[in-house]
């Protein structure tokens, strides 16, 4: 009889056990409980929490910016991981640690930066002024905030996969008349778009659910520049905790749908294609 195997991790039983348990005490009571606070509310009284002008106002703004930022990000992080794999410059270490910035740094922190940046009286708000455009205090400003939080969750998905792509796979597409935009289409974006994908899923995510680095750049004016995690905190300051709840679920169901939509997508494209 062939000997067992050692591990270090205890076998399947127990580890599962503490998985679940782990998943469920840190994911689903807390979600859970965000229902069951909820369900105390009639249908009216849910309709009317949730789904308010200004709230409504504040979905718009939050989901709007969230995949606007999302899709910036989504180019942009390519763009700066492609930058950063492929080419040796100098200070290339240091645009890497820059790029893990956003992570590192206090979410506040980056709110009034951000402020201090582009705030009419800041270099950058004074100079974009001069040519009519304003950020801070707008719903552009909210966008700006939320790219800024974004970007490194799309380049950290996306440089490993490139890090990984074999340079001799574009040489050979080339040598077989292939232009760069053809290389790029139909050799590198096809290993990179799963990577891609989930960046954007995250970089989505990150940026809805933001909220220290945006009210201090979005001016919180009610029906423009109000997000909806501030509709939540406010209504957590007037002890409305069942108003709170209803507008979370929303923001929870819709974000829940949405990722699944991608992720739904992104498995259909693997078994449609055969790639990873």
Known sequence: MAAAKSRVIPGFAPTLGVTLFAVSLIVLVPIIALFVRAAGLSPA????????????????????????????????????????????????????????????????????????????????????LSVGIKIAFTPAGVVVAMIFIGLPFVVRT?????????????????????????VFRLVILPAILPALVTGFALAFSRGLGEYGSVIFIAGNMPGLTEIAPLMIVTKLEQYDYAGAAAIATVMLLTAFVLL?????????????????
Do not use: M
């Open 45 to 128: 009284q849910f309709a009317a929490e949730a789904f308010s002008p200004r709230v409504w106002a504040a979905y718009r703004l939050s989901f709007g910016g969230a995949l606007a930022a999302a899709c910036f990000n989504a180019v942009a992080g390519l763009v700066v991981a492609w930058v950063l794999v492929r080419y040796d410059f100098p200070l290339r270490r240091l645009l890497d640690a820059l790029v893990d910035l956003p992570f590192a740094l206090p979410t506040a922190v980056a709110g009034v930066a951000l402020t201090a940046l582009y705030a009419p009286t800041g270099p950058l708000g004074g100079l974009l």
């Open 158 to 182: 996306v440089q490993p996969v490139l890090q990984d792509l074999a340079v001799e796979h574009e040489e050979a597409a080339a040598s077989l008349g292939a232009n760069r935009l053809q």
């Open 260 to 276: 699944l939509v991608i992720n739904g997508a992104q498995k259909w494209r693997q078994l449609r294609f055969g790639r990873a």
